[in-house]
């Protein structure tokens, strides 16, 4: 699971392949969580190998109400959804930026 958005950064840099980072900060007892979306210059960059491109990291912190709709047990217990499809499904519905991108 993945996004695909094309962007230039302002150092030239395109990047167009986005992924969120498996290892996030999760406390289920704060009900908050930090998302990080990493970006590649394509996904063959990636599967290559190649490391993301550090400048285009995006962060975010999911606050306890927007916790409870994305990541309750309730939620993640629904058939189809998953700790990485909810990430997505946030980040889709939340930042801007995204407003374009295809998931692939």
């Known amino acids: ?5 094309t962007h230039t950064l302002e150092n030239g840099i395109p990047v167009e392949y986005w992924a969120v980072k498996q290892s996030t900060e999760f406390d289920y007892h704060a009900q908050v ?7 590649w210059i394509s996904k063959a960059t990636r599967d290559g190998g190649s490391g993301y491109v550090h400048q285009a990291t995006r962060d975010y ?7 409870n709709t ?6 993640l ?20 930026f995204f407003a374009d991108a295809v998931e692939i």
């Open 61 to 67: 912190y999911v606050s306890v109400e927007d916790f």
């Open 33 to 39: 969580c930090r998302l990080w979306i990493l970006a």
């Open 77 to 96: 217990k629904q058939e189809g959804n998953s700790f990485n499809s909810q990430a997505y499904a946030y980040i889709l519905a939340n930042d801007p």
């Open 1 to 5: 699971m993945a996004l695909l958005k």
């Open 70 to 75: 994305y990541f309750s047990d309730e939620v």
